[in-house]
């Protein structure tokens, strides 16, 4: 089983920054990618980012392409989201998830407000 967790949530002001983390442990074989979703309230979840393990490639949806950049640490098997240029649409759950040859994972989540 895949365990994920993932961290730097937090309340922000409109234009400030924030980095989220999301590492991962538990019987991990061959990652295939890692990612970011994000769910507000009343809506339902939308693809904000991935990285693919191997090569490295990166996906953004349009909504926070320029202001978002997604990163990895291999050895670490954790993956990061550098948010800049918060606006207050960009207020959800945050969760990571993961993709293996075996399995694809959710982590809990964690909270991004930004407030106007």
């Known amino acids: 089983q895949v365990h994920l967790v993932e961290s730097g949530g937090g309340l922000v002001q409109t234009g400030g920054s924030l980095r989220l983390s999301c590492a991962a442990s538990?019987?991990?074989?061959?990652?295939?990618?890692m990612g970011w979703f994000r769910q507000a309230p009343g809506k339902g979840r939308e693809f904000v980012a991935t990285?693919?393990?191997?090569?490295?490639?990166?996906s953004y949806a349009g909504a926070v392409k320029g202001r978002f950049t997604i990163s990895r640490d291999n050895a670490k098997n954790t993956v990061y989201l550098q948010m800049n240029s918060l606006k207050a649409e960009d207020t959800a759950v945050y969760l990571c998830?993961?993709?293996?040859?075996?399995?694809?994972?959710w982590g809990q989540g964690t909270q991004v407000t930004v407030s106007s």
């Open positions: 998830r993961i993709v293996t040859s075996e399995v694809i994972s």
């Open positions: 538990g019987r991990i074989f061959s990652i295939q990618s």
């Open positions: 990285v693919g393990w191997s090569s490295g490639l990166t």
